[in-house]
């Protein structure tokens, strides 16, 4: 499956931005759907997951409470609500997927986006 990463822009502190991730050339409802970040400077971390049904979601402890993941497998499309953003959150977001069991780790997903840009000013 390819992933189309988009929604990301600039922003200020304790605005939102809504990332999404459409997936094309399979069907996105076999796959669990997860986001990543890499800021300037630092390596990829997790930053949230959703299993095929909706049933599974997990976030890094830097975003709970902030960042709501979703997903519509009608669409092929999975979301990143990000709101109450901080200048720490600037990082380019990948979105990315993998058949099975949800997971934290990058190293068990094959497929990716190609990123896409936020930048919250302060």
């Known amino acids: 499956v390819q992933l189309q990463a988009s929604g990301g822009g600039l922003a200020q502190a304790g605005g939102s931005l809504r990332l999404s991730c459409a997936a094309y050339g399979g069907t996105s409802s076999s796959f669990a759907m997860s986001w990543f970040r890499r800021a300037p400077g630092k390596e990829r971390e997790f930053v949230s997951v959703i299993s095929w049904s909706g049933g599974t979601i997990d976030y890094a402890d830097s975003v709970k409470g902030r960042f709501t993941i979703s997903r519509d497998n009608a669409k092929n499309t999975a979301y990143l609500q990000m709101n109450s953003l901080k200048p720490e959150d600037t990082a380019v977001y990948y979105c990315?997927?993998?058949?099975?069991?949800?997971?934290?780790?990058?190293?068990?997903?094959?497929?990716w986006g190609q990123g896409t840009l936020v930048t919250v000013s302060s």
């Open positions: 990315a997927a993998k058949r099975g069991v949800a997971s934290m780790r990058d190293a068990q997903y094959d497929s």
